[in-house]
């Protein structure tokens, strides 16, 4: 399966252990924040959101808005804006 990449210029909010901050998917791929758990986890966040909408046309999956887990030990709530 071809995972669907969301823009670089596509605005998102990411919740990190109830700290919120607006910013972009450029952004998130660069790395964002100053400890290597945080950018791993908004990583890896961003990654199984871009995989959640690359399903089928069929799945509703495919319109996912946001996904909340635990990535690197971290609470991670992103939403695409």
């Known amino acids: 399966m ?5 823009k670089q210029s596509q605005k998102l909010r990411v919740i990190i ?13 660069n790395g964002i ?3 290597t758990n945080q950018i791993a986890a908004t ?7 871009e995989f959640t909408r690359s399903g089928p046309k069929w799945r509703l999956n495919r319109y996912a808005t946001g ?3 635990t990535w ?9 804006l």
Do not use: H, M, P, Y
């Not at 071809?2 to 969301?6: A, D, G, V, Y």
């Not at 109830?18 to 450029?26: D, E, L």
């Not at 690197?72 to 695409?80: A, F, S």
């Open 2 to 6: 071809q995972i669907k990449r969301l």
């Open 17 to 29: 252990s109830g700290v919120g901050i607006w910013t972009t998917a450029k952004q998130i791929r």
């Open 72 to 80: 690197e030990g971290l609470q991670v709530q992103i939403d695409i």
């Open 43 to 49: 990583q890896k966040a961003l990654d199984a959101l």
């Open 67 to 69: 996904l909340g887990g």
């Open 33 to 35: 924040g100053c400890f």
